[in-house]
């Protein structure tokens, strides 16, 4: 029996998140602006998405745009939201066509009423889709999401729709984002940075964390591989490499 065919889905994260880091820094690198990055780095989510859709990974949670992000010169920020309303357009239906559900996570009250109807249409064509949940984490905050929960349980205590000593973790999850999906396997972050900066602070309590010095539009499916292949050593004491995912990959098509 080789390894890869011991590698089974129960082996397998069933939730992986990426803060994708690096676009700025491989287009300076290349001699290119910002933004530049920022377009290759749509590439490499690609590549991530068919990657996670192959191996049979149910949820795959992206982080697009953090709350902080809005401090960023109001050239770049102006930027990324076109880029990001192009990206929805471009790819919701590539999604659809291969059965993935998308979802924005975050508070998107913050984009305009342009983007936000973009948001509306690309969930709705994808919301019965099966095949695996593609999250993309756009003006998202861990702290936000907390207070968030927080804020609504304080709603329902306040009109005396529930006893304050009737909140549990369970139920303070059950008001934050990704509530209805597997719980967070696998943190990976790409840029060489070993923070996880405000990023699902609830969901990745039990979570694995793996960090890379890849920029974000280097990231491919290799690097994603190794990543899996750490989290399949550490969760089942299995020896394991990025290579034998791969061949995982190769078996399945």
């Known amino acids: 029996m080789t390894a890869e065919s011991q590698i089974g889905q129960q082996t397998l994260p069933r939730h992986v998140a990426i803060i994708m880091d690096g676009n700025g820094r491989w287009a300076q690198r290349q001699g290119k602006p910002r933004v530049w990055g920022h377009k290759k780095g749509a590439e490499a989510v690609r590549r991530a998405v068919s990657f996670c859709r192959q191996l049979g990974i149910p949820s795959l949670t992206l982080f697009a745009f953090s709350s902080e992000n809005w401090r960023r010169p109001q050239a770049e920020v102006e930027t990324l939201m076109q880029l990001f309303m192009l990206v929805l357009k471009k790819e919701v239906k ?3 066509k291969h059965n993935v559900k998308l979802q924005i996570v975050g508070d998107i009250s ?13 969930e709705a064509l994808t919301a019965d889709n099966t095949a695996m949940t593609l999250n993309i984490a756009a003006n998202y905050g ?16 306040q009109s005396d729709a529930l006893l304050p000593e009737a909140i549990t973790e369970q139920l303070l999850a059950e008001h934050m984002q990704l509530h209805d999906q597997p719980e967070l396997d ?5 840029g060489g940075d070993l923070r996880i900066s405000n990023f699902l602070l609830w969901q990745a309590a039990y979570a694995e964390l793996w960090f890379t010095e890849t920029l974000w539009p280097d ?5 994603f591989a190794d990543a899996i292949a750490a989290f399949v050593n550490r969760e ?11 061949a995982m990959l190769h078996n399945k098509g």
Do not use: P, Y
Not at 142 to 157: T, Y
């Open 94 to 96: 590539s999604l659809h």
């Open 110 to 122: 913050a984009f305009d009423q342009k983007l936000r109807a973009s948001i509306s249409a690309a």
């Open 142 to 157: 861990g702290r936000w999401d907390m207070l968030n929960a927080a804020r609504q349980l304080a709603v329902k205590v």
């Open 186 to 190: 696998l943190l990976i972050r790409t």
């Open 219 to 223: 990231f491919d499916k290799s690097v």
């Open 236 to 246: 089942r004491r299995f020896g394991c490499t990025g290579e034998q995912i791969q």
